[in-house]
C-alpha cells in the first residue's frame, strides 16, 4: 500500500525560482493538507482541501497557492522561493468525519526544499 | 489561542524502562487528540486517537490516555526500536476547518 506519496524527496531552488510540490493518495480519502515542518516551530498548516473542489488557508499560507486536481492530487505551488520556505514540507490526507477534521491524517514521508 | 505543549523535550531511557509523555492542551472544544510517531526523515505515522477525557487505547507496549486538560503516552517496557520522536496534535475549537495544532514533540531515545 502506498498510503500518500510525495514528489519531489529532495529539492534546491534559488531564491525567485518557482516550483511545484506533488501528491498523490491512495486510500480514497476526501480531505487533502499540506503542512511544514520547521525546528522549533513545530508542523504548521499550509493549505488544505476539504474536499474534491474545495481549498482553504490554514496558518501560514502566504508565498503558496495550492491545486487540488482530483480526488487523489493535491499540489503545492511557490511561485517566487524565498530563503524563508526553506523547509521540510509534508503532504496528508483523511476521511472528513461528520465534525469536521477529526478524522486521523495520514502523512507522506516529505519534500526537503532548500531555497539559495 | 488553542495551544499544545509537549513534556518532557527529550527522554532518554533503558531497554525495559517504563516512562510517560505528557501532552497539555488548550482548546475550546476538544474534537480530537491524535498521537503520532515520527522517525527521522519520514513522515509522521498515526498512532492513536482519543476523543473524550476518560478515553484508553493500545498497541503494543503504547498506551495513551486523555483527560481534559491533557493526554498522556504511556511507553512499557520499552525497546530501541521505540525510539523515535512522538508528536501530539489536537483538533477543536468552534470553526469547522481541517487545522490540527501540533505540540513540538518529544524525542525518545531507548538505549539497549
Known amino acids: 500500500n502506498a498510503g500518500v506519496t510525495q514528489t519531489p524527496k529532495f529539492q534546491v531552488l534559488k531564491t525567485g525560482q518557482s516550483m511545484t510540490l506533488q501528491c498523490a493518495q491512495d486510500m480514497n480519502h476526501n480531505s487533502m493538507y499540506w503542512y511544514r515542518q520547521d525546528p522549533g516551530m513545530g508542523l504548521r498548516l499550509i493549505y488544505y482541501?476539504?474536499?474534491?473542489?474545495?481549498?482553504d488557508k490554514g496558518e501560514v499560507p502566504n508565498g503558496y497557492n495550492v491545486s487540488r486536481l482530483n480526488k487523489r492530487e493535491f499540489s503545492l505551488r511557490l511561485e517566487s522561493a524565498a530563503p524563508s520556505q526553506t523547509s521540510v514540507y509534508f503532504c496528508a490526507s483523511s476521511e472528513w468525519g461528520t465534525l469536521g477534521g477529526n478524522q486521523p491524517q495520514h502523512f507522506g514521508d516529505g519534500t526537503r526544499l532548500s531555497i539559495l | 489561542e488553542d495551544q499544545v505543549t509537549q513534556s518532557p523535550e527529550a527522554l532518554r531511557l533503558q531497554e525495559g524502562e517504563s516512562s510517560s509523555l505528557n501532552c497539555s492542551y488548550t482548546?475550546?472544544?476538544?474534537?480530537?487528540l491524535f498521537w503520532y510517531r515520527q522517525d527521522p526523515g519520514k513522515g509522521p505515522e498515526f498512532l492513536f486517537t482519543?476523543?473524550?477525557a476518560g478515553e484508553e487505547k493500545e498497541k503494543e507496549r503504547l498506551k495513551a490516555t486523555l483527560t481534559k486538560k491533557e493526554s498522556f503516552l504511556h511507553i512499557t517496557a520499552p525497546k530501541p526500536e521505540d525510539s523515535a520522536t512522538y508528536l501530539c496534535a489536537v483538533f477543536g475549537g468552534s470553526s469547522n476547518t481541517g487545522k490540527l495544532i501540533f505540540g513540538q514533540g518529544t524525542t525518545l531515545q531507548v538505549k539497549p
Open positions: 482548546v475550546s472544544g476538544l474534537r480530537g
Open positions: 482519543l476523543y473524550s
Open positions: 482541501s476539504a474536499s474534491e473542489g474545495t481549498t
